[in-house]
């Protein structure tokens, strides 16, 4: 495969090029060029450059806001509400942060809830963001009901991520990962393959378990972990949705009506001052949390993101990330 | 196996007894008692008067402060700190609940860090107290470092359960889980019966995969659901450990010194206003989230708790709960 090398403002440049040309307003085109130069440095192909075909999508259908500027509502609570006006999510966040941050820091913990909003992102990046001020943190977002519950024949969840973070000295410790056995790309990739799925992780048009992509693709996702990850699935549904006042991944996908765009609900994002919950004791807190991520490396096990965090270095070392350059040449085709 | 009967003023006047004779202050006596009848009155007989042996035994090692009374911290912020001061958790979490019901509604969010506590006690009746005031709570506590982390060969993680509720009529949706793939209590019950257990649930000592018993108990746990569950169990050891200025798992077994007393270390509870964080919308969020109970049931899938419940109602409208005869001769010994 021929590769093709981009620095980061190559790969800025690009993002912000095609969100322009499909439509965004420039607070929009900043807010998600910045996220998917984020990713890309990262190698996080799947929420990098990548994204932009969906981003061009979704404007194309016509229901997405390209425009819309994001309303937060803010008052004397540890709750801040970021209301995206039906536009994609990251402008809203990137609104709301800084209030988040300040209430959080004020009250001990916060909430963020964004509402109304197109979601196709990452939610580390803005969960790293968070322990960069010295916050713990934790976000969810619902998708669309592609994912049987444990015991269930067919799609009410979604594939519901969870991203936890822990401010750490140099890299934080930050985990996401969706609820779901498998992401759905991964099925489309053993379709194109035309290899098995695992066991487990799929179940056909009639609910009944299938190791056959193309049958996969036409039922529904399994979650992870069985009835534990079946409740934690359902667990982001309530929090990432109804606790926010938004959608569900089943009234997410009724709201689509089919069409190929993003996803449309809401997003929660919590963050935690270790200061304030721990009385002022963060030294010996800190000391704790490293004696455990040593314990844990020691045994030869590794910590979620180090594989990420290898390639940012790697890829901050050398000035530049590597794409195909049939995506690159397909990217600058929707600019075009 | 015979059985007798016992109504609810019997179990807890049985729990009552048996902690006033093993020397528990009578603020104590009655949180504890309280606790273990919910328990039992649901047939959740772990969690139940069985738990009257790990109390006594807590007492004997001399080490839990068995009528310490809670301090509780109280500040302008949606924190609250309870410091049980070496004594089990039940009192101080009872006495603070109050003040995090308070602060969740005036600020939307609260946290709860009970601190410096012997813990023993299953998540969800505090959970579900919370439901009850129209709040959706989580829970997570570490206990002793019995579980390996996914590609690790020794444990560093607890058992670490999360508990969730979110208010409904009638009964709350709850579920309350071990981040292990299974509790320990299970693997001696395999041990006892001389069965093998099933493939990715434990470690032998040498970090190898064993479906042993015996090996497991000198060995290690696995979490459930591989490397996400393993996050899962490490955000447990943080946020209910270090970040409200506790011990980890790997402390607290430090700390126990091979004792067998119940774990030492500290449990965080955190409470959220629907009404607050949906802007109002709290008729709207219901209408979705029954939407999605009902097609998860539709499916003929369970909602976690739901057998709880059903063993709830049907010892309520029959008046009493069965316990072992056995048991209870051994629990009568206990007090004598």
Same mark, same amino acid.
């Given at each position: 495969?021929?590769?093709?090398? =981009?620095? $980061?403002?190559?790969?800025? &440049?690009?993002?912000?090029?095609?969100?322009?040309?499909?439509?965004?307003?420039? $607070?929009?085109?900043?807010? @998600?060029?910045?996220? =998917?130069?984020?990713?890309?440095?990262?190698?996080?192909?799947?929420?990098?450059?990548?994204?932009? %075909?969906?981003?061009?999508?979704?404007?194309?259908?016509?229901?997405?806001?390209?425009?819309?500027?994001?309303?937060?509502?803010?008052?004397?609570?540890?709750?801040?509400?970021?209301?995206?006006?039906?536009? /994609?999510?990251?402008?809203?966040?990137?609104?709301?942060?800084?209030?988040?941050?300040?209430?959080?820091?004020?009250?001990?913990?916060?909430?963020?809830?964004?509402?109304?909003?197109?979601? %196709?992102?990452?939610?580390?990046?803005?969960?790293?963001?968070?322990?960069?001020?010295?916050?713990?943190?934790?976000?969810?977002?619902?998708?669309?009901?592609?994912?049987?519950?444990?015991?269930?024949?067919?799609?009410?969840?979604?594939?519901?991520? /969870?991203? %936890?973070?822990?401010?750490?000295?140099?890299?934080? %410790?930050?985990?996401?990962?969706?609820?779901?056995?498998?992401?759905?790309?991964? /099925?489309?990739?053993?379709? $194109?393959?035309?290899?098995?799925?695992?066991?487990?992780?799929?179940?056909?048009?009639?609910?009944?378990?299938?190791?056959?992509?193309?049958?996969?693709?036409?039922?529904?996702?399994?979650?992870?972990?069985? #009835?534990?990850?079946?409740?934690?699935?359902?667990?982001?549904?309530?929090?990432?949705?109804?606790?926010?006042?938004?959608?569900?991944?089943?009234?997410?996908?009724? #709201?689509?009506?089919?069409?190929?765009?993003?996803? #449309?609900?809401?997003? @929660?994002?919590?963050?935690?001052?270790?200061?304030?919950?721990?009385?002022?004791?963060?030294?010996?807190?800190?000391?704790?949390?490293?004696?455990?991520?040593?314990?844990?490396?020691?045994? &030869?096990?590794?910590?979620?993101?180090?594989?990420?965090?290898?390639?940012?270095?790697?890829?901050?070392?050398?000035?530049?990330?590597?794409?195909?350059?049939?995506?690159?040449?397909?990217?600058?085709?929707?600019?075009?």
């Amino acid at each position: 495969m021929t590769m093709r090398r =981009l620095s $980061r403002d190559e790969v800025h &440049g690009l993002a912000t090029r095609t969100l322009q040309a499909v439509g965004y307003g420039p $607070r929009h085109v900043q807010a @998600i060029a910045d996220m =998917l130069t984020t990713c890309q440095m990262d190698d996080c192909q799947s929420h990098g450059l990548f994204r932009l %075909f969906m981003c061009a999508e979704t404007t194309r259908t016509g229901r997405v806001d390209p425009q819309a500027d994001p309303a937060l509502t803010l008052d004397d609570s540890a709750v801040v509400r970021a209301d995206a006006g039906g536009a /994609i999510s990251l402008l809203a966040v990137q609104a709301a942060m800084p209030h988040l941050v300040d209430r959080a820091k004020r009250f001990g913990v916060a909430a963020l809830a964004v509402t109304r909003c197109y979601h %196709f992102s990452a939610l580390w990046p803005e969960v790293e963001q968070l322990t960069g001020h010295g916050l713990s943190a934790l976000s969810m977002t619902p998708s669309h009901a592609w994912v049987a519950p444990a015991g269930g024949t067919r799609g009410a969840l979604g594939t519901n991520p /969870i991203s %936890f973070g822990w401010p750490r000295n140099g890299d934080p %410790f930050v985990f996401d990962f969706a609820t779901s056995a498998f992401a759905r790309g991964e /099925i489309e990739l053993y379709r $194109r393959e035309n290899k098995p799925l695992p066991e487990g992780v799929a179940l056909d048009a009639n609910g009944q378990p299938t190791t056959d992509p193309e049958a996969a693709m036409d039922g529904a996702m399994c979650t992870f972990g069985s #009835y534990k990850g079946s409740a934690l699935s359902l667990m982001v549904e309530l929090m990432a949705g109804p606790l926010i006042g938004d959608l569900t991944s089943l009234d997410s996908m009724a #709201y689509a009506e089919g069409r190929p765009e993003a996803p #449309y609900h809401g997003q @929660i994002l919590l963050a935690f001052d270790p200061d304030r919950l721990s009385g002022g004791a963060v030294a010996d807190s800190d000391a704790r949390a490293e004696r455990l991520f040593a314990e844990i490396g020691g045994q &030869g096990a590794r910590l979620p993101s180090e594989r990420r965090y290898a390639a940012r270095a790697r890829n901050a070392a050398r000035g530049y990330v590597e794409i195909s350059e049939t995506l690159y040449q397909d990217l600058l085709a929707l600019s075009s």
